[in-house]
Each structure stands twice: as C-alpha cells, then as structure tokens.
C-alpha cells in the first residue's frame, strides 16, 4: 500500500500539473490562411491524469499521461486543387510516461518512439470521394467507439486505458499472469501505413475501404485489410443518431492464420440531455489454439450546463466480455464519470471511476482504478 507521504505527494503533483494546464488561457487557433483557400494549422493537446489502481491487495498511484487521449501535436494542410481539396495531416504523440506502461512490478516508459507517430497522411477530397495513403486510420478505427456522449471524453468502450498492464491479483494473494488488458477489448480498428477510400456521403451513409501494414514496427509484417459502413444524421426534435459497423482482417505473414473482427456502434443523444451509446464485437481466430472471443458495451449518460464554466457530462457504463483470455473466462467491468467543460481555457476536466471482475476459473480479486485528470487542446 502506498502510504500517506506518497499519496499527498501525488495529489500536490497532480494538483500543479491541473493548476499549470488551467493557468495557460484558451489560445487563439493556430492557424495561417493563404489567399486561395488553403491553410496550415497547428494542433495539439496535453492530458495529464492522477491514476490509482488497487488490485486488491495493494494500491499503486502515478501522476501519467493518460493514454485514453494521449499528449500530442500535429500539422494540418488544406489546399483546394481544381474541384478537389488536398490535405496533409501529421501528427505525433508526445512520448510523455503514459498509463499503458505501469503495472505493481514498476514502470517500463518507452519515450518517444516511431511507433507513438500517429499521422503521416495524403488524402484527395472531391464530390467522387476521398482517397488517402500514408500512416493514418484504418476504415475500423473508430467504428467501435461511436459515441455522443460528451461524457465520453473519459468512459467509452474501451475500458482499459488507465490499468490496462496490470496484473490480475489471485485471492491467495499472489499476482497472476494475465493483465487487465488481456481481459477485454473492444476490437476497435488501428492506424496502419494504408491506402484506403472513402465514398461521398449518401442520405448519411458513407462505406470505406483499406489495406495497410504497421509499418511503424519491424516486428509486425502482417497485412491489413478492413471495410465499414457509417452512418450520421440528425432528426426532427434535435435527435441526434450516429452508428458504424466495419470487418476488419488481420492476415498472418507466418502462415498461421488469419484474425477477422466484426464490430459495431451506434449512439443517441436527445435535446433532453440524455444519451444511450452500445456497441460490440466478435473475433474470430484461425490459429491454433486461440480463444474467439466476444463482447457487449452499454452506456447511459446525461449532459446539461449547471454551472457558467460550461457543460457538465455524466454517465454510467457496462462492458461483458468472454473467451478473452481463454474459452470460458469472463471479464465484466463497469465504470462511472463526470466530465467538466472549462469554455474559457478550452479544457475538459474529469473524474472516473472504473472496476474490473475477470474470472477463467481461478479467484481473483477485482482490479480498480480511480482516475482524475484533465485535457487541454490548443
């Protein structure tokens, strides 16, 4: 257990790193027009978070770069070209120690790596479509992660982003080799080294299609391919409706088979407030020996202005998975959060609270992670 020295030097440190972000004021768009249309624009973010993970037995608090939105900068350049756009988007994580390198054994920080880049990508815009090539999004990304919730800035479908590298803690007291990570997932698609395409936008349906490698790691020279649907509109009354579906193909450069992902999700959001976010996916594993896994998420969460600063988001989940670590285990994690708008320093402050049960026939005890943080874009 962390003893009290050690926590209230967490929260001084997290209390600066939050009063340093909410002390910089809200920056004009860093953005420069040319007189034909185009522009440059810089962009970016920092996300620090105060994390606390119990496992049980013992509690381990760090002052992190959360990776649910991790630190970031990037470049984007718009230039219309005939009735086409061209752009040219970079962007780069920061390699600040994040929440996906900690676990009780200590930390294992990476720094800045090649593979924290996230966008080195072309794209053509025009009425026939988009075509884009470079490291950028697969057509899968996303597609399990459609939510309009505003509160899912800090809860969404992938609920290990804090605590994901911890380890499961045996009720005998003794750490187990699977992970919070190795538990669930939510399938969601990757950015890969990709060409891909886009179609115009159709009564509020657009598809895709890609092919990519990860080019950004020399251990990893499996080929990519994925197809989606998606679909945005907003209805009489205000209703909001966002949903997207997509089959994603991971095919083995050694011959062992191929990895296929089905996954989907849809949104709503009503003039109330009130919102209601599920999505869900399957797995299916060609190569010997691995499990097929399986999962189900739901939300309900509520948004409203209560106080000057700016809105206020709420909400309250639920993730079931199984065959994630093995056939017949089952992982159930809920969380809850609240979400605040800062307007004038364009900042979003939260607290969550997140709570994992994994059971393959062993006793484990539940893993919990508390977490407080804030992010600011520029």
């Known amino acids: 257990m962390v003893n009290d020295m050690t926590v209230n030097f967490k929260l001084t440190s997290i209390a600066a790193a939050l009063a340093a972000t909410t002390a910089i004021p809200a920056a004009a768009e860093l953005k420069y027009e040319n007189n034909t249309g185009g522009y440059v624009l810089l962009y970016g973010q920092l996300n620090p978070a105060l994390i606390s993970v119990d496992d049980g037995e013992?509690?381990?608090?760090?002052?992190?770069?959360?990776?649910?939105?991790?630190?970031?900068?990037?470049?984007?350049?718009?230039?219309?070209?005939?009735?086409?756009?061209?752009?040219?988007?970079?962007?780069?994580?920061?390699?600040?120690?994040?929440?996906?390198?900690?676990?009780?054994?200590?930390?294992?920080?990476?720094?800045?790596?090649?593979?924290?880049?996230?966008?080195?990508?072309?794209?053509?815009?025009?009425?026939?479509?988009?075509f884009s090539a470079g490291q950028g999004s697969m057509v899968s990304d996303g597609a399990a992660e459609v939510d309009l919730s505003y509160v899912g800035t800090a809860l969404y479908s992938f609920t290990n982003d804090e605590n994901g590298g911890f380890f499961y803690r045996g009720t005998d007291g003794i750490l187990s080799d699977i992970t919070v990570g190795d538990s669930s997932s939510n399938f969601d698609g990757a950015r890969r080294g990709r060409v891909r395409y886009d179609t115009p936008s159709f009564s509020g349906f657009t598809g895709g299609i890609a092919y990519g490698q990860n080019i950004?790691?020399?251990?990893?020279?499996?080929?990519?391919?994925?197809?989606?649907?998606?679909?945005?509109?907003?209805?009489?009354?205000?209703?909001?409706?966002?949903?997207?579906?997509?089959?994603?193909?991971?095919?083995?450069?050694?011959?062992?088979?191929?990895?296929?992902?089905?996954?989907?999700?849809?949104?709503?959001?009503?003039?109330?407030?009130?919102?209601?976010?599920?999505?869900?996916?399957t797995r299916d594993n060609d190569a010997d020996g691995a499990s097929d896994p399986n999962y189900f998420y739901g939300k309900i969460a509520y948004e409203d202005q209560w106080i000057s600063w700016?809105?206020?988001?709420?909400?309250?989940?639920?993730?079931?998975?199984?065959?994630?670590?093995?056939?017949g285990s089952s992982t159930d994690a809920w969380g809850i959060a609240v979400v605040q708008r800062i307007d004038s320093i364009n900042t979003d402050a939260y607290l969550k609270y997140r709570n994992h049960d994994f059971e393959d026939g062993a006793s484990f005890d539940n893993n919990e992670a508390w977490v407080l943080g804030a992010r600011w874009k520029f």
């Open 216 to 281: 950004l790691s020399s251990d990893d020279d499996d080929d990519y391919y994925d197809i989606g649907v998606r679909y945005n509109n907003t209805f009489g009354g205000g209703v909001e409706f966002a949903a997207a579906l997509a089959y994603a193909v991971r095919s083995a450069d050694d011959g062992s088979g191929d990895r296929k992902d089905t996954i989907g999700s849809a949104s709503v959001l009503l003039q109330s407030g009130l919102s209601f976010t599920v999505a869900a996916g």
């Open 58 to 130: 013992e509690t381990e608090t760090r002052v992190l770069d959360n990776d649910l939105s991790n630190s970031r900068v990037g470049l984007e350049l718009l230039q219309p070209f005939g009735n086409n756009d061209f752009t040219f988007r970079f962007e780069t994580g920061l390699g600040l120690p994040n929440s996906s390198e900690w676990n009780q054994l200590g930390t294992d920080f990476s720094g800045w790596t090649r593979e924290d880049i996230r966008h080195v990508d072309f794209a053509l815009a025009g009425d026939w479509g988009k």
């Open 310 to 327: 700016g809105k206020t988001g709420i909400g309250i989940d639920y993730f079931s998975g199984s065959d994630f670590e093995n056939d």
